[in-house]
Structure formats: C-alpha cells, structure tokens
C-alpha cells in the first residue's frame, strides 16, 4: 500500500489536518515529530491499541465464563476491524494478536500471516515490512523511541522475511535485515544495518550468527558447541 492510500485511511479514520508531515513519515523521509496532525495521529494509535487490549481481555473472559459462541465471534469481529484500522497494509493477515501491542497505524506492512505474542512494540522510528509466516515472541522492540530534541526524526526499513522466528525480549534496531529462514533468540540484539544469513540462528548482544539451518530446519550440530 503506498503512502497516499494509506493517508486515505486515515482520514477515514477520521483524522483532520495538514497531512504533509505523516506524508514524509510514510514515504520514509525525515519529518516533524512535534507536528500537530502527527500528533494526533499518535494519539489516535494509542486510542485504537487501547481498544485492542480491551477486546483481547473481553475475549479471554468470555471464554474462561463460557458466553457462548455468538457472543465470542462478535468479539473477535470487532478485533479483526481494529487491527485492519492498525494494519491496512495487510491486517487480515494477523493469525493472533496479544495484549500490549503499541503501533502507529500504517507504519507495518504485513506480507503475509504473522503472530505477535504479548507486549510487541513498534516505535515509529522504522516503517516495518514482515513477510510470510512471522512469529514474532513477547516484549519484541522494533526501532527505538523518539529521543530527539530538536523534534526532526529519521525514518528507517526493518525488513523481516519469510519463515522468520523473532524471539522472546529481542531488539531490532533500525535499518535491519531479518533475512528468509531466519531465527532470532531469546533477548538478542540486532544492531542497525545489521543483515543476516538467509537459514540461520543469531544470538547475543549484539547478534551474531550461532549456525546455519538446514532446509529441513535441523541445526548443524557440529556449530552448536
């Protein structure tokens, strides 16, 4: 989706202003972080994931109290239509959702079906592009939070590809390159501009390449030790 449809949505959304800035954002230029329609945007975000976190609980109640199938579904319909909103570029293909996702709507394109485990951030400092069949683990970052004084922010790519498994507490900094087949362990670091080996494991901080996976995903034992 480009950039133009995707301020369409917004404004269907119903955000109102100057839109130049989130233009620049999109587009993956730099742009104004104390512009007042890109403010709202944030907060209009923050309002959607909200919404979100309450239809996750609803569901969960709903099932451990047994209110029955119809009640269920209409709940689970309302959770598609949000993550549409959060995800036009590719939100119907969000196979689970957990509590504490945080996203700026129409900063992730999603490729193809994807999962995000409990507490995934996205901070708005990399447009983020997944690919087919991601799991990404609980307290997953992307990017990093805006710290800029001088309010002008730069845009990053974070690319994830096919048959990607991002572990439980990794960064991925900006400008990284999750390449195809790859795994991420538990609590490492993808520094920025960092590409990886197609197949294969990273680990540590900062990551690095452990082993290469065969294409039936079996390690190479020899590189485990």
């Not at 689970?96 to 999962?115: A, E, F, W």
């Amino acid at each position: 989706m480009d950039f133009k449809n995707k301020i369409d949505h917004l404004k269907k959304l119903g955000l109102t202003g100057d839109f130049s800035q989130i233009e620049l954002l999109y587009q993956g230029e730099d742009f104004n972080t104390s512009d007042e329609t890109y403010q709202k945007l944030i907060k209009l975000s923050e309002k959607k994931c909200a919404y979100l976190d309450k239809l996750n609980t609803s569901i969960s109640l709903a099932n451990v109290y047994n209110h029955g199938a119809e009640v269920i579904n209409d709940l689970e319909q309302r959770k598609k239509a949000v993550l549409m909103e959060l995800f036009p570029d590719g939100g119907e293909k969000i196979l689970l959702s957990m509590p504490g996702l945080k996203v700026v709507i129409g900063m992730v394109d999603i490729g193809g079906l994807t999962t995000f485990n409990k507490d995934v951030v996205f901070y708005p400092s990399s447009i983020v592009k997944t690919g087919n069949y991601t799991l990404i683990g609980s307290h997953v970052t992307f990017g990093h939070p805006d710290k800029n004084s001088n309010h002008t922010a730069s845009v990053g790519m974070i690319t994830l590809g096919d048959d990607t498994w991002i572990g439980s507490k990794v960064a991925i900094e900006d400008n990284a390159i999750i390449s195809n087949g790859v795994v991420i362990a538990m609590g490492a670091r993808v520094k920025s501009n960092t590409e990886t080996e197609p197949n294969a494991l990273y680990i540590s901080n900062p990551a690095h390449l452990k082993t290469i996976i065969d294409k039936n995903y079996h390690s190479n034992k020899d590189n485990l030790t």
